[in-house]
């Protein structure tokens, strides 16, 4: 499965945000509970304490019954001053208290409407917790020693703990609102941290199938060097090898040259010091033998320059095919004069360029030229023409030689593909070199016949795309 | 013409001497660099032929070499290797000339005879000196007009005396112009030369300098 880097580290960024969060507001919790009990602990002893004071010492002569009747009141009144707010949400922690006035002999004298009738102590003065009709409280008692009375006020802790609830909640929504937040934030961060390696990607997808020179890597982030060292090194190493290979083309070249020479010097010698004309007539013969072997060691040579990866090759610059075809037909000019081939160009009054490479291109025409010449019979005639077409510059070459019978058409361009009994000499490389150079071009090739009520002749038109490197 | 062939391919090397010397031109044959090179700093030769492999030194090495020593001679390179740059850099080092195997005899011969009329600032391809004309391609001498036959050597001869008329020419030059390095040369071989030579194109035309060689006089 491939992931991305950017998913794996903004999930996982993501993630351990959340654990550090969720620990920090735990704790946070913890310590603001704490805080919190012990700041309501003053405040219930503060109020206690304050009761007792307000009491003070005639508290025997009050009317109990009736102070007791508008203390029951009192929620009443007070949700008269709330009347904005339904809820009972406590806005003041401290108003919720209950309090109880005990006398002598375990008399309740007075309490608030919201305590229960039972004794909120269990007789213990100061702070307490205790659990009455299932309800947890926390309790501050004290006994005045004058009048004999017990003051209790009491707390239950389900609304104590309602502060550090409420701010452990804000916590959270604090922290769920920062995640999109720092989500978008990892997202463009990682996204610039890999923007060097988005560069690198582009340029190695930009490159031609060949181009084999090492990754510039002077700008790429420290982590990557290591990857792009090894990149560069691998190429390298394809270099070398397509390098060899190179060099094996020329050397192997070399090795059967050599052997040529030394033939056709001594048969050229041989030839010098003939002593009668059937000696130098056989002696001719193994010349023009080493020559054939010799062409075919150029054809080859040709086509392992013409591979793919020759950056000889590759270098495509605009040519015009017209001015290649007046070079050829102008080197050739001796062979069809020998022959009284007469030959026909014709080609468009402007000049028509195609992106490609001149060295393959006229490698290409002279090969067909060459071909047609041969197989044209003595006085014959060759005609070339070359037409602009909408997407493509055709160049038609026809000749009025024999022809290629259909059912060989399509083998013509397999190396060393030669129609048994064709005596004509040559190295059955010509035309896979013109496929070569071709395919090099983006260029189409069809075969067909010159005459085709004889079924005599070869044509061969191949169209070059007009602008086949902006594909 | 006396050619110094640096060639480590029997046969090549073989059919080369043969050619050449069936011309009349002096061929000698060595078959490394290291050879070469102390063959071109002692000896003084009209041409050099120069493979490009070869062992010891390469042909490349040897070229740089004798052309740091100021050699003028003219150097064609006769090399396997056909490609632009390998020809480009051959000529940058300093040859004179390109041809690559296999080759044709007498094309090589004729580019030798081309390099050595160029190296002797001559324009035409003949040799003319009052009314005699030597033609070095065809291996003819007319003498007003008229063809005189000549053996090899008398041509060969004939023609240094030519190029160098003015000076004399030494014996020694003279015999390795015909010979090279052969070691079993008649003492007065040279001498019967001479003689024959001067029975065909008159007496008077070469002098010989007691004891150093022979002249023909500048015209």
């Known amino acids: ?471 | 013409m006396r050619i110094l062939l640096v060639e480590d391919d029997e046969l090549i090397g073989n059919g080369i001497v043969t050619y050449f010397t069936f011309h009349g031109d002096a061929v000698d044959w060595l078959k490394d660099g290291a050879s070469a090179l102390q063959a071109i700093k002692l000896e003084a030769f009209d041409a050099i032929i120069l493979d490009l492999g070869l062992p010891k030194r390469n042909g490349l090495e040897v070229l740089a070499e004798a052309r740091k020593e100021n050699l003028k001679t003219p150097v064609l390179i006769l090399t396997a290797r056909d490609s632009l740059e390998d020809r480009v850099k051959g000529l940058d080092t300093g040859s004179d000339d390109y041809l690559t195997k296999p080759f044709d005899l007498e094309e090589l011969h004729a580019r030798i005879r081309a390099l050595v009329r160029r190296s002797l600032d001559r324009a035409e391809p003949t040799i003319k000196y009052g009314n005699l004309e030597l033609d070095p391609a065809a291996h003819t001498m007319t003498l007003g007009g008229n063809l005189v036959p000549l053996a090899r050597r008398e041509f060969a001869l004939l023609q240094k005396l030519l190029e160098n008329a003015g000076q004399v020419v030494t014996r020694e030059s003279l015999l390795q112009c015909l010979y090279g390095w052969e070691e079993d040369i008649d003492s007065n071989t040279l001498e019967v030369h001479i003689h024959n030579l001067r029975k065909k194109i008159g007496i008077g035309l070469i002098h010989t300098i007691r004891g150093i060689g022979y002249k023909i006089e500048k015209l």
């Not at chain 1, 992931?3 to 945000?17: P, Q, Y």
């Not at chain 1, 982030?221 to 397509?242: C, G, S, T, Y």
């Not at chain 1, 024999?402 to 040559?426: D, H, L, Q, V, Y």
Request: hydrophobic share 40%; with cysteine; aromatic share 8%.
């Open chain 1, 1 to 471: 499965m491939k992931h991305s880097i950017r998913k794996f580290l903004l999930i996982n960024l993501l993630l351990a945000m959340t654990v550090i969060i969720s620990l920090t507001a735990i704790g946070n919790y913890c310590l603001d509970k704490q805080d919190i009990e012990e700041h309501l602990d003053n405040l219930l002893s503060q109020a206690g304490l304050s009761f007792t004071a307000i009491a003070g010492h005639d508290i025997q002569n009050q009317n109990w019954q009736k102070l007791q009747e508008r203390m029951d009141a009192v929620p009443a009144q007070a949700q008269k001053y709330m009347n904005h707010d339904k809820t009972p949400e406590p806005s003041s922690y401290a108003g919720k208290y209950r309090f109880q006035i005990w006398g002598p002999n375990h008399t309740l004298l007075l309490r608030s409407a919201n305590a229960p009738t039972t004794m909120l102590s269990q007789g213990k003065f100061g702070f307490n917790d205790l659990i009455i009709n299932n309800i947890h409280y926390r309790v501050f008692s004290n006994y005045n020693q004058d009048t004999h009375l017990i003051f209790i006020v009491a707390e239950p802790y389900f609304e104590r703990d309602q502060l550090a609830h409420h701010i452990m909640i804000d916590d959270l929504y604090i922290m769920l609102l920062t995640y999109p937040l720092a989500g978008l934030l990892i997202w463009i961060i990682i996204g610039r941290g890999l923007r060097s390696l988005n560069q690198i990607a582009h340029a190695l997808t930009k490159r031609e199938p060949y181009y084999l020179e090492s990754v510039n890597a002077s700008d790429a982030p420290l982590e990557i060097q290591p990857l792009i060292q090894e990149l560069n090194q691998l190429l390298q190493r394809l270099k070398d090898a397509f390098e060899r290979e190179k060099r094996f083309a020329g050397d192997a070249a070399h090795e059967l040259r050599t052997p040529l020479a030394a033939i056709r010097t001594q048969a050229q010698v041989a030839s010098l010091v003939a002593s009668s004309p059937e000696q130098l007539a056989v002696m001719q013969n193994v010349i023009l033998g080493v020559d054939r072997a010799h062409h075919i060691v150029n054809q080859l040579l040709a086509m392992g320059r013409l591979a793919p990866d020759n950056e000889h090759f590759k270098t495509y610059q605009p040519c015009s095919l017209e001015h290649i075809i007046q070079e050829v037909l102008k080197s050739l000019s001796a062979m069809t004069r020998e022959k009284g081939i007469c030959v026909i160009f014709n080609h468009p009054p402007q000049t028509v360029t195609i992106h490609g490479n001149a060295t393959a291109l006229q490698i290409l025409v002279r090969n067909l030229v060459d071909n047609a010449i041969r197989y044209t019979p003595n006085t014959g005639k060759i005609q070339i023409d070359l037409k602009l077409e909408t997407e493509y510059l055709a160049l038609t070459i026809a000749d009025d030689g024999p022809g290629i019978p259909e059912k060989f058409r399509a083998r013509i361009f397999e190396r060393f593909f030669r129609i048994f009994g064709n005596e004509a000499p040559g190295s059955g490389l010509g035309l896979s070199i013109v496929k070569q150079v071709a395919d090099l071009h983006h260029a189409h090739i069809v075969t067909t016949e010159t005459d085709p009520i004889e079924h005599t002749g070869f044509t061969i038109i191949i169209r070059f795309p007009l602008q086949h490197l902006s594909e």
